[in-house]
Structure formats: C-alpha cells, structure tokens
C-alpha cells in the first residue's frame, strides 16, 4: 500500500506543471466534536475572503474541499492529505488547528508538489519541515514572549507555569520561561498535562501551594480552555491575588459569553482580537460574522484563515494556476498585507508570519459584551521560536 501511495504522488509530482482550469484547495480541520467550532471559524474565515474577492483567479475558478479531523490524530491527517493529494488532485493544502496533525503532511509536500498554509497550528518547528511550508497564523513563542515583560512589569517575581504536554504547550512554556528569566524573574514550578485533562482543581491546588503570584497557562483553545479559566476562579485563586497571563488562546472571544465577569481583567498577548480597530477588520468581521451565523463564535482562527486564503489567492495568481509548489512559494516570500489584525509580511527566510502582537485586557462594553480590548502593541514581531526550533 506504501509503494501504491507513494507512487501515486510522484505521478501526480511528475505531472505537476499542468494547467486546470479548476483550483482545488484542500482543508483539514475540525468540523465535528468538541472542536468544531474551531473548523467553522476556519471555514467562516474562507467563506469571508471568497465573497469578498470572488472564487476565482484570472481565469481559474477556486474550489475548496473539507476533511474533517475531530481531535489530533496524525495517523488520520495524512491519511486524509494523501486523499486530497491524490484522488481528488488538490494543488494546495491548508488548514491544521493542531500541530500533530500538520507536521504529519509534512514529508508529503514535496513529492506531492503542494505546499501547505498553515492557518492555525502554532509550534515553531512546523515550517522547518518542509520548504514547502507558510504560515498565516502565529507561534507560541511569538505569542507567549511579550507576556513574560508583562508579568515583570506589574511586578511579578514568582510564577507557576501550566501548559498542555504537547508541541505548542512545550513551546509556551519553554518561551515565558526565557523571557521571564531573562527579565529577572523565576519560574517556581512548571507543570505539563496531558491533552486529554478536563479536572483541574488539584492544578489549581499546586498552584496555591507553590508560592508563585502568578500562574502562566497555555492549553489549546476550546473546551479545555473554558474550564481552566473556570476553575481558577472557582478554587479561588483569583480572590487569593494570584495573577493570570497567558497568550490569547485562553480568553478567545466565544467563551467570553460563558467566562461573564469572572475573566474581566485578565491579561493575554495575541495576534489578533475581534475588537480590532480598523477599517479592514471592521470589513473582515462584518463578512466572517455573516458568514459563521452567530457573531458572538467568531474567533481567531477566521482571521488566520481569511489571510491563509489571501497567500493561496497570491500563489494561484504568481503560477497562472499550474501546479508548481516552489514557484507559488517564492512568490510570498516577502509577501506584505494590511490583514484585519494589523500589518504583517511572510518572513523570506522562515516562511512565518511577521506581525503585531497586542496586549489585551477583557472588558466590558456599555451594552453588556465581553471584549479582548487591545491596550498595548508590540510591533513586527517575528518567531523566537525558530532559534530554538533549529
């Protein structure tokens, strides 16, 4: 069967300078299960830039094709992307909301001339994988580094770090923990749970143990997130002064609702927040609201994306829709947009995405709804991860 598969891509390799009239995109994601909502940000956040640029490229018309990958599971997202590549002919890949999951592409990128956009995965390393490789979305280490100077400035000496035991988890912790030192600070204990975690009032116990003002959090965004944030205040760790910092995935908007007055106050870095002042976000989200249905799910993976869609767009229209991997990658190297989160460019040496990351407190707005505000901006960040990564 390996020697039918592989075969079967270098066919398609082989045959991978010919025209179609026809480009399909393939999108792995997770469309059912406890992360759905995640694939239909993605999905919303495609539908988005389609109504807003039409559904074709000069002559080709752009035709996207879903499979659904509920909860990480390499094994089934290659499974899928040798689909894709090989019965039903994509040019590109995209998609990937758990890190697993796209590095598992990765070695088909090559002998399947595709290259991939990673629109949500968030570990440093992926982009090394493969020269085949942009990403439109953000790192860890790009999100969780600019916190870590938070902390210290609100002066914070002592801090207990919690993250899921997986690629971005390690990432994050691995990024607070060289800042926060590197500022001055100490990271009293460092606590790594596996995904699978849903109690976490004995964390919440440890944390109150240990001494630290503060904990510093990453899980993956969805339900695991809810209930964290749930169960620190619900332990009373808020009541007890501990502080809370972690990146943005911890506080994305569709949870807000659910958080209520509990998450007000706390302190995130991220890319992006729908409450975004500017005229291309405000044109973003009135698209991606209409296209998700419900406004209030809106969250920061339509925005990675809405913007994984532009670099598709741009890769079509640099190969005059022939199938040409290395040609459409170069063609982005360098790639600078007015996204609706800010400024950003695809780095031409790592194929990461460089942008702003803001500092953002939740509020509270006149008619009742929660918000990421934005209150500080740290510019052109790129990936300190990639260091490390090499």
């Not at 509920?70 to 290659?78: E, N, R, T, V």
């Amino acid at each position: 069967m390996r020697r039918i598969i592989m075969a079967a891509l270098a066919a398609v390799s082989l045959g991978g300078m010919a025209h179609a009239d026809t480009i399909k995109v393939g999108v792995i994601g997770p469309f059912s299960g406890p992360f759905a909502l995640q694939g239909k940000n993605f999905k919303a956040g495609i539908d988005a830039y389609m109504a807003m640029h039409g559904d074709t490229v000069g002559d080709d018309k752009v035709e996207i094709i879903y499979r659904d990958v509920p909860a990480p599971d390499p094994a089934q997202s290659k499974a899928l992307a040798q689909e894709l590549i090989i019965k039903e002919g994509v040019q590109y890949l995209t998609g990937f909301y758990f890190t697993p999951d796209a590095m598992a592409v990765t070695p088909l990128l090559t002998q399947g001339n595709v290259p991939m956009v990673i629109m949500n995965a968030a570990t440093s390393a992926i982009v090394t994988k493969s020269p085949f490789v942009v990403r439109t979305s953000f790192t860890l280490w790009q999100t969780s580094t600019p916190i870590a100077q938070v902390a210290r400035d609100k002066g914070v000496d002592k801090v207990m770090s919690v993250v899921s035991d997986y690629g971005p988890g390690v990432d994050a912790e691995n990024a607070f923990k060289a800042a926060f030192t590197a500022a001055g600070g100490t990271v009293v204990e460092a606590i790594r749970m596996p995904l699978s975690t849903n109690d976490f009032s004995p964390i919440m116990q440890r944390i109150r143990d240990s001494g630290a003002q503060a904990v510093f959090a990453f899980l993956p965004s969805g339900p695991t997130t809810l209930g964290f944030v749930k169960a620190y205040n619900q332990n009373g760790l808020k009541e007890a002064g501990i502080q809370f910092f972690a990146p943005g995935d911890l506080t994305q908007e569709s949870d807000l609702p659910a958080l209520g007055d509990t998450a007000l106050g706390i302190l995130t870095t991220f890319h992006y927040s729908v409450a975004h002042d500017s005229p291309e976000n405000k044109a973003f989200v009135e698209a991606a609201s209409r296209a998700i249905g419900n406004p209030a799910e809106l969250s920061f993976p339509a925005v990675g994306a809405f913007d994984g869609m532009h670099v598709i767009y741009k890769m079509i229209e640099a190969t005059d829709g022939e199938q040409d991997a290395q040609k459409a990658v170069d063609a982005v190297k360098g790639l600078a947009w007015e996204s609706p989160r800010g400024p950003v460019e695809i780095d031409p040496e790592s194929r990461h995405i460089t942008e702003n990351i803001y500092l953002r407190e939740v509020a509270k707005s006149d008619d009742g709804t929660y918000y990421n505000k934005e209150i500080q901006t740290f510019e052109k960040q790129g990936d300190p991860g990639l260091a490390a990564a090499n």
